[in-house]
């Protein structure tokens, strides 16, 4: 019997046992839409921030207290965290970089954050308030879709004015526009003078659509804090990041110790992001990659129970020729073919899968998660169908004739 036969021979006896042959596949079903899926979630992540950064511009420059990367260029560290809840930062720093570097800084934004509770009519909501000052709807490229930002002279008077998020005007006003009407923030009124446009965000971190945009100044004054969150700094040219970099490092660094700030571009937080992403994409896909393990012992369980129920068959195909490789090679297609088969339908589901969380979650299915969960389901059927192939193999004509 040439190998060419066998194909039909090993896809005939799956089919022939369609429930059995699902089942046995099913491990191997689960552990590709699960790898596939997962990893095409984490690409998806790094693809959909990279966008969002890249929206930004690449001439921002960020100041922030403490060192956010770590030791070993990872986010947190003790002494970062506890730097970030001491007033470490101060307006003066930000005003003698804007003065002492106009050749090489356009324009930049201080930020603070406080949490308050924001009510409308009978609608509560616990906010973020995000201070800014006027210059951030040009760094960031954040018009309002209605009303207007605050201008200067407002934001130094400490107005009691505020631009809300989509997401928080919704949750707060539902259909109801919400220029020029009065919130309360902390029993407080302040009067919508904005509304933005929809950013996105969230998975995880924070989401500036559900933001409450305040004057930085209104938030010092009426909420009882010092705290300035970071420096944002916007380059002329993004040619000059490295020496805009070294300008506002010995800037501040007059006032505050190297280990008290951190300069950085949006190139060192995403490469960072990425790289806690890509280790986050990898352990979630060996999690799940459990599966295909579970599922090949399956493959192996069955295929050697089909050894023991076809034994006079195999003794028949030895009396008439067949030998030992070609019954190997048999049992060995018959497993592969369930793996391959429970993996084309375990990518199916995952790329399903995928269409399906699109609308609320970033997912992207790429020919590398593809190639390698096929790889593997196909590696899969092979390595747990060696033992039970071995199996029928040395199988003695006579005695499997004779077998009952």
């Known amino acids: 019997m ?3 036969k066998i194909f039909p021979l090993a896809l005939k006896s799956i089919l022939l046992n369609k429930s059995r ?14 790898v596939v899926l997962l990893t095409s979630i984490g690409t998806g992540l790094q693809a ?5 950064f890249a929206s930004l511009g690449t001439n921002i420059l960020y100041v922030v207290p403490g060192n956010p990367f770590g030791e070993n260029g990872g986010f947190g560290g003790e002494q970062s965290m506890l730097e970030s809840t001491k007033p470490v930062l101060k307006r003066r720093f930000y005003d003698q970089v804007i003065r002492n570097n106009r050749d090489l800084i356009k324009d930049g934004v201080v930020t603070a954050v406080n949490i308050a509770e924001a009510k409308y009519a009978k609608t509560t909501k616990k906010a973020t308030l995000y201070g800014v000052t006027s210059s951030y709807e040009s760094v960031y490229n954040s018009p309002a879709v209605k009303g207007r930002w605050f201008t200067k002279v407002e934001e130094e008077k400490s107005e009691r004015i505020v631009l809300l998020g989509p997401k928080i005007a919704e949750d707060l006003f539902g259909k109801v526009d919400p220029i020029n009407k009065n919130i309360l923030l902390n029993g407080q009124n302040y009067t919508v003078i904005g509304l933005l446009e929809e950013k996105g965000g969230g998975f995880g971190g924070p989401s500036f659509d559900s933001y409450i945009y305040v004057p930085t100044e209104t938030l010092f004054k009426y909420f009882d804090t010092e705290l300035i969150d970071s420096f944002i700094f916007e380059v002329r040219d993004k040619d000059q990041i490295k020496e805009a970099t070294r300008a506002i490092e010995k800037t501040i660094g007059k006032e505050l110790d190297d280990d008290e700030f951190s300069v950085f571009d949006q190139t060192q ?8 992403l890509g280790m986050l994409t990898i352990g979630l896909g060996g999690i799940a990659a459990i599966s295909l393990v579970v599922g090949g012992i399956g493959i192996m369980n069955i295929m050697l129970v089909s050894v023991t129920e076809r034994t006079r068959e195999i003794g028949l195909r030895k ?20 793996s391959v088969i429970g993996g084309l339908i375990g990518l199916l589901i995952a790329y399903l899968g995928s269409l399906a969380i699109q609308p609320y979650f970033p997912a992207k299915v790429t020919v590398g998660a ?6 593997v389901s196909t590696a899969v059927g092979l390595v747990f169908g060696v033992a039970p192939a071995k199996r029928a193999a040395k199988l003695s004509p006579i005695e499997a004739l004779r077998y009952e």
């Open 319 to 338: 009396a008439l020729g067949a030998t030992p490789n070609l019954i190997l090679a048999q049992f060995l297609i018959e497993a592969a073919l369930l």
């Open 21 to 34: 042959s699902f089942l046995t596949m099913l491990g191997v079903i689960i552990g590709v839409g699960s």
């Open 269 to 276: 937080l995403l490469t960072t992001i990425n790289s806690i």
């Open 48 to 52: 959909y921030i990279t966008d969002q």
């Open 370 to 375: 593809v190639i390698l969960a096929f790889g």
């Open 2 to 4: 040439k190998i060419s």
